[in-house]
């Protein structure tokens, strides 16, 4: 599947207010790969030890009426959202990176996919706590999300 496509997925997975705003991310996560482990916390992770670990986070600032998804301009497919709507991108595009990268070179990369980035880290923070012997196990990190504005 095309990177493209992996993202307008991902961009049509709902986020809701409940007790785990990501489980239609981690849903599809674990039906796209079986190997990826889940913690106490609900992150996603699999290491292959010596290899880069690539890190996106699951949830997002959009809301669940939010995504305009395909619009086509001269022949062109741009992926919208109205002028006060946020699209969800963070981190979402990540993910489909982290997926891609994997697809490709999948013995040669680890993968880590949190929780709650958007209230201050917490998941990222415990993960790598109660999880430092993993970490460990990687060469580096290399965390996919994006630009701040400015």
């Not at 290491?47 to 009426?65: S, W």
């Not at 595009?93 to 994997?102: D, L």
Request: with cysteine.
């Amino acid at each position: 599947m095309w990177l493209i496509s992996k993202c307008v997925k991902l961009l049509r997975l709902k986020q809701h207010k409940d007790v785990c705003p990501e489980l239609e991310v981690i849903s599809y996560l674990r039906s796209w790969n079986s190997k990826l482990t889940m913690d106490d916390y609900w992150n996603l992770y699999l290491i292959n030890p010596g290899t880069p670990l690539i890190c996106a986070h699951m949830d997002t600032v959009q809301r669940e009426d939010d995504v305009k998804l395909t619009h086509t301009i001269k022949n062109r497919h741009w992926i919208i959202s109205g002028s006060n709507i946020i699209i969800g991108w963070d981190d979402k595009c990540g993910i489909a990176i982290a997926m891609q990268v994997y697809e490709q070179m999948w013995d040669k990369v680890s993968l880590l996919f949190t929780r709650q980035e958007e209230t201050g880290m917490n998941w990222a923070r415990d993960f790598c706590t109660k999880h430092s012997d993993l970490i460990k196990q990687c060469r580096y990190c290399l965390v996919l999300d994006r630009k701040e504005k400015g």
